[in-house]
């Protein structure tokens, strides 16, 4: 029996077949199809399971991670969404929290609300902050709400009244009212969506919800039938933000918590990767053909956060986006992919990103129809890819296409040549990507030179090397399967939900038995929700949102469910609120905000290998590529070896190329590169010194060499 994992990225769809009888790994990649995402998913499938010999009947379970909620959002390309909230409330999303995100700003931009305000509908129904109904809910103000949102041909509605999360009642009879009266209508519910406090966070969440939910609801729908059609009649689950599985009736009524599940898929499989190589403390860094992620993951496990942002104006500025309200791997996204493009700015200056070529028309080395230059295109003419062996050989690439593409919009402006151009798309690309990370490990206190860069993608082997000696991390490891390295992290992610109501209360007021019953409710509503196909084992965290009385943000806290006194909770809390803001023994009191529940399936974690049989000797070949040494750069011999060739304990040295199907290794600097024990590549990354003059007085700048980075 085999497991499926299915990825879609935005320029392939990346499939891997874990074999259970020996822990072996095939993988495969397939051009992504836009405009109907399924048929790229059920061809990759098919095309997988065909060329490695296996039958649709063999297959356990389909597990999949889809980035369409996060392009629907971006792109707004979501249905027409209605939203119904209390009398004087329908303003919200637009005014926020009147929050600027740049002080010295004058032209300050917003992202739109994905509800227009001719969207939005006001009633009398709410509830006070006890949860007790201020006003009911009126049939003939929610029937003439309806009304007009019908005439509008919305297709989606999302409803948040006031205080709903301290009681769902009132919300829970407009979804009755709207189910039987408009039952072709999609419904998102403030209280059932996101439970917490917070008007204008839950209503941006819940619209955001209900904006993508047919489109979800549709795709889900195809792909289980697709699959069905072949002769897979598992059941399909999928990937959400937190880094657990669900059914797909979850997924289509939540589909919020699928909006990062591609890149937790990467963190889990960066985080796994590192697991098998005795390494706790790790940068998970996924760069594929759209975008890159990073991903701080700390003795083992990638942190979780419970509120980030979408579709963000200026992706570096927080509150330059769409606050969402749902647990989330921990990670930093930036428009930085093998289909980035590369052009000349206003000033004159090279600027790669964030626009993509994408799969359609993808960049010009495919020969499909770009012809802007992109960081694929660079990378083949500085050597780094093989036009010949390109996916394994099953696509051949075009360096005439590429050199075509980069003289004419890059070098001939620049007045570079053509390799020159290339260097300085490959540069740029690194150094955007190292500084999203600086600033992400920053905010964190985190050094980047105790860390191992874990690189996965078909793009992140490629550019990883380059990234580590910018950030100063000491070692890049290269996992099996680094090339598809998300649908890897899918066979390594158990089953989870988690839950989060609101819960106050002064820390000293609250009772243990009252708290436990609370906790208790949370983890039987999680539960319920978990797939009942697979019998695992699970295990369950409880935490709670705690804040001293009169702050505004709280802290996340774990507790224990044997030890719920006030004094256990109240240290907990100051170890924590320590470690995060220093050494501030406060003695104001303490209050709760919300209570949260994960409750997880525990699943065994294979020894992830390829199945292509070792030769008896390393396969080499040699080709140019280029290598950064100061003032003699330029393209150099270099060997190039087949990863299935590379057996543990194979001692290398760079510069080289170690080609796989699905990716490429470059290092092109000299220093060591270690095949261990699991058959991970781990490079080591020269240390950085400051930069010596190698020349006199009248010599120029290029006499300077700063040794050990590009």
């Known amino acids: 029996m085999i497991v499926v994992g299915v990825d879609i990225g935005g320029t392939f769809t990346d499939v891997v077949i874990l074999d259970g009888e020996n822990n072996s790994l095939r993988t495969w990649k397939v051009l ?80 739109e609300p994905l509800v227009p305000r001719s969207g939005r509908q006001e009633i009398s129904a709410r509830s006070g902050a006890d949860g007790v109904a201020v006003a009911p809910v009126v049939e003939d103000e929610l029937s003439a709400a309806w ?40 419904v998102s519910l403030s209280s059932d969506v996101v439970r ?17 939910k047919p489109l979800i609801d549709g795709y889900l729908e195809r792909l289980e039938v697709g699959l ?30 699928l909006l990062e599940s591609g890149p937790a898929a990467g963190a889990l499989a960066a985080a796994h990767a590192g697991q098998s190589a005795g390494l706790a403390d790790l940068l998970g860094f996924d760069m594929g053909g759209t975008t890159a992620k990073a991903c701080l993951i700390r003795e083992g496990s990638p942190e979780v956060t419970f509120a980030f942002e979408a579709g963000r104006v200026h992706r570096f500025k927080r509150g330059s986006g769409l606050p ?27 600027q790669v ?6 799969s359609e028309p993808g960049p010009a080395c495919y020969g499909l129809g770009g012809a802007l230059p992109t960081v694929t ?57 190292a500084s999203a990370a600086r600033i992400y490990l920053a905010e964190k206190a985190t050094d980047p030179r105790g ?23 000491h070692q890049v490891l290269y996992p099996a399967a680094a090339g598809v390295g998300s649908a890897v992290g899918l066979l390594v992610a158990p089953p989870r939900e988690d839950e989060v109501q609101p819960f106050g209360g002064r820390l000293s007021a609250v009772r243990a038995d009252g708290l436990r019953g609370a906790l208790s409710y949370l983890e039987n509503r999680a539960r319920s929700r978990m797939t009942t196909d697979l019998n695992l084992t699970t295990h369950v965290n409880f935490s709670a949102d705690l804040r001293y009385v009169g702050q505004g943000q709280a802290v996340n806290v774990p507790l224990d469910p044997r030890a719920l006194t006030a004094e256990a909770i109240r240290h907990a809390f100051k170890v924590e609120y320590r470690r995060l803001f220093g050494d501030r023994d406060l003695s104001a009191p303490i209050e709760f905000v919300n209570l949260r529940v994960t409750v997880a399936g525990t699943v065994e974690r294979p020894d992830l290998k390829h199945l292509d049989p070792a030769p008896t000797t390393i396969a080499t070949t040699h080709r140019k590529i280029f290598v950064p040494t100061g003032a003699t750069a330029a393209l150099q011999d270099a060997p190039v070896y087949q990863r299935s060739s590379l057996t543990a304990c194979t001692v290398l040295t760079g510069p080289c190329v170690i080609e796989e199907a699905a990716t490429t290794i470059v290092v092109n600097q000299q220093t060591e590169v270690l095949v261990d024990e699991r058959l991970n590549v781990i490079v080591s990354v020269p240390a950085r010194r400051l930069a010596t003059y190698s020349g006199n007085p009248t010599t120029n700048v290029s006499a300077f060499e700063v040794s050990g980075q590009p």
């Open 228 to 257: 069905k059609r072949t002769g897979i009649g598992v059941p399909l689950l999928v990937m959400q933000s937190a880094g657990g599985f669900c059914p797909p009736e979850v997924a289509r009524k939540y589909p919020i918590r």
């Open 324 to 350: 969402i309200l749902t647990s989330s791997v921990d990670l930093i996204e930036i428009g930085a992919g093998g289909g980035s493009i590369a052009a000349v700015d206003t000033l004159g200056l090279l």
């Open 32 to 111: 992504t199809t836009p405009r109907a995402p399924e048929e790229g998913v059920l061809r990759g499938v098919t095309e997988a399971l065909s060329t490695h010999g296996y039958e649709p009947s063999d297959v356990k379970a389909v597990v999949h991670a889809t980035t369409l909620v996060t392009n629907a959002i971006i792109e707004r390309k979501g249905e027409p969404t209605g939203l119904i909230t209390t009398k004087g409330f329908a303003d919200a999303l637009d005014i926020g929290r009147e929050l600027r995100y740049d002080l010295y700003d004058l032209d300050l931009s917003f992202p």
């Open 451 to 473: 860390l191992t860069l874990v690189a996965t993608g078909g793009a992140g082997p490629v550019h990883a090397f380059g990234v580590a000696c910018s950030l100063g991390c």
């Open 196 to 212: 917490e406090i917070g008007e204008y966070e839950r209503g941006s969440t819940v619209t955001a919800n209900a904006y993508v």
């Open 377 to 433: 295109d660079a990378d083949l003419l500085l050597g780094y890819l093989d036009a010949d062996s390109f996916l394994g050989g099953r696509m051949r690439l075009s360096t005439e296409a590429a050199e075509s593409a980069i003289i004419e919009n890059l070098a001939t402006p620049l007045g570079m040549t053509a390799l020159e151009a290339a260097w300085g798309v490959h540069q740029v690309v690194n150094e955007n990507m």
């Open 353 to 358: 990103g964030p626009e993509s070529a994408s």
């Open 147 to 186: 009304r007009a949102l019908d005439s509008s041909g919305v297709k989606s509605v999302a409803v948040n009244l006031l205080h709903a999360y301290a009681d769902p009642r009132l919300e829970e009879q407009v979804g009755e009212w709207l189910g039987a009266h408009a039952p072709h209508v999609s």
